[in-house]
């Protein structure tokens, strides 16, 4: 029989010295439920009160219960059930643990048991943790999902194969950890002619993806205590590897002219390093403007601190020609371009670049050689041949038509058959867009409803860094809607469901 009274597991106050910060909501939460998991008060396989009825009955916010239930979920704890709700996991991380606070001693440790303490930097990853509802099948509206059906498999099967005929030294016994010679001239090429990025084949680095870029940065250039500062709204995955070297995420406010430069100065003491989108923020695609980006080239200047300039895709502008990156503006080298083929081209094929400093090119050498030692050279070399025929151009020109066609029909559809419910916000380019809710809707519930009908569709408050309860209600309200990997007639049916979504919800 399900339980009618749960304010149990949120104590007042956390007992003994668990972690810096416990006692804010969230936290008290966490470790209420944690505990009652773990010493049998819930038992493996209950479910959970709604997260709405849950904050109702505890007298919370309903993004600390949110908050909570995504940490207790990201850890093992909890289990999510698309359309079911939230459940205790039967299989947990501590089984054979009991918490000190209820036995009053220290819990027992079998030959099997598992480490009772994760590692500072994987604790600090996994609290920037998202857990957003994964489909075996891309669903509208990913906004990540590039358009699968419109890249040239059979050519690249056909490059692949070209690769192995004749094998060189480079694929048989790869060396150098900043990858192929043949891939890196070209990359170094195309972002000469296409960002005006100006660099040369030495600079660039191929690395497994954006993610693995952050991390090299993150190792080389900081140290615990360091702060380093993020574009807010932005993607958490830069957040979690950041944080995970012990540094101070500083998220800093986006307006419509990009990165609020002058809030750089509102930290204790500088930024290490700036990770910034100037071509398209993620999610909400303002674009840095020119003064800001002197500015922020002065700052970092001023300070003695790196930016990173993250051109996830950039190529994807509908609005005009491709922009001019922040790199090329950079005349004192403390720009590091990070890139990724992973939305231009397809998210398997897992891989990426960095555009280095001279300075710190010896540097990373030498720290990728013991990170994974050499990327995998297959994938490079038919990169490098699908550049070189020209055949990475002409992709990109196709899918850009593609994609904007997309784009103005998913603009249309807000317009004409969301009218009262969704109002597109501006964007130039990118795979998505975003919609205001305008009637004042949770997002976040909108999302939950999405997902129990099967669409993949993202909350645009879940990307904001700061969401304490005192600043949960300034937060827009939107929804994240990827256009790229449907065409029309999909995008239509689905949007469909959308809408009687948001009519039944409002």
């Known amino acids: 029989m399900p339980r009618s009274d749960y304010s149990w597991i949120y104590p007042s106050q956390i007992d003994g010295d668990i ?22 008060r819930l038992y493996p396989g209950e479910r959970l009160p709604a997260s709405r009825d849950l904050a109702k009955s505890l007298g919370i916010s309903r993004n600390t219960v949110v908050t909570s239930f995504d940490l207790l979920t990201s850890e093992g704890y909890l289990e999510t059930r698309i359309g079911a709700g939230s459940f205790v996991a039967r299989s947990l991380p501590d089984r054979d643990m009991q918490t000190v606070s209820q036995t009053g001693k220290a819990p027992s440790r079998g030959s099997d048991a598992r480490p009772l303490h994760l590692s500072q ?87 497994s993806g954006a993610q693995q870029a952050l991390d090299l940065i993150a190792r080389a250039l900081v140290d615990p205590g360091d702060i380093i500062a993020t574009e807010d709204p932005g993607y958490e995955g830069i ?29 204790p ?28 080239l002065q700052w970092a200047q001023a300070h003695d ?30 720009v590091i371009y990070v890139g990724t ?31 994974d030692g050499v990327p995998a050279p297959t994938a490079q070399a038919a990169l490098g041949t699908f550049f ?12 850009r038509m593609r994609y904007g066609e997309r784009r103005a029909h998913l603009k249309d559809l807000i317009a004409n058959s ?56 300034t937060l827009p309200k939107g929804l994240v809607l990827g256009f790229a990997g449907w065409d029309k007639k999909q995008l239509s049916d689905s949007f469909g469901e959308l809408i009687e979504i948001l009519k039944r919800n409002a």
């Open 19 to 40: 972690e810096p910060g416990a006692t804010t909501a969230y936290r008290r939460l966490y470790h209420g439920i944690r505990s009652a998991i773990l010493d049998g």
């Open 269 to 296: 003491s500088p930024s290490r390093v700036i990770v910034t989108t100037p071509s398209r923020n993620y999610p909400l695609g303002t674009t840095l403007s020119l003064s800001r980006r002197l500015a922020l």
């Open 239 to 267: 957040r979690g590897v950041l944080a995970s070297s012990g540094a101070i995420v500083h998220p800093v406010a986006v307006d419509d002219e990009g990165l609020c430069v002058a809030r750089l100065s509102q930290t």
């Open 121 to 207: 930097s994987a604790s600090r990853m996994l609290a920037y943790q998202r857990r957003f509802p994964r489909f075996r099948v891309a669903r509208p509206f990913n906004p990540a999902t590039p358009d699968l059906d419109g890249f040239p498999f059979d050519m690249w099967a056909r490059l692949l194969r070209r690769a192995w005929r004749a094998p060189n030294i480079d694929l048989t016994i790869p060396d150098d950890p900043m990858g192929l010679p043949q891939l890196r001239a070209e990359i170094a090429k195309w972002l000469r002619q296409s960002r005006g990025v100006n660099c040369h084949a030495d600079q660039v680095m191929v690395v």
């Open 388 to 399: 070189a025929e020209g055949h990475f151009g002409s992709h990109v020109r196709k899918m």
């Open 305 to 334: 601190a790196w930016i990173v300039e993250d051109d996830y895709d950039s190529d994807y502008r509908y609005d005009g020609p491709p922009l001019s990156s922040l790199q090329g503006l950079d005349t004192d080298h403390r």
């Open 418 to 473: 969301a009218s009262g419910l969704l109002e597109a916000m501006p964007s130039d380019g990118g795979l998505h867009l975003c919609a205001r809710l305008t009637g004042g809707h949770d997002d976040i519930f909108i999302q939950e409803k999405m997902v129990e009908a099967g669409l993949d569709c993202r909350a645009l408050s879940s990307y904001y860094h700061d969401k304490s309860p005192e600043n949960a209600e």
């Open 341 to 371: 083929f992973s939305r231009v081209l397809f998210p398997g094929i897992r891989l990426g670049y960095l555009v280095l400093p001279p300075a710190l090119i010896p540097a990373f050498r030498g720290m990728r050689g013991f990170a």
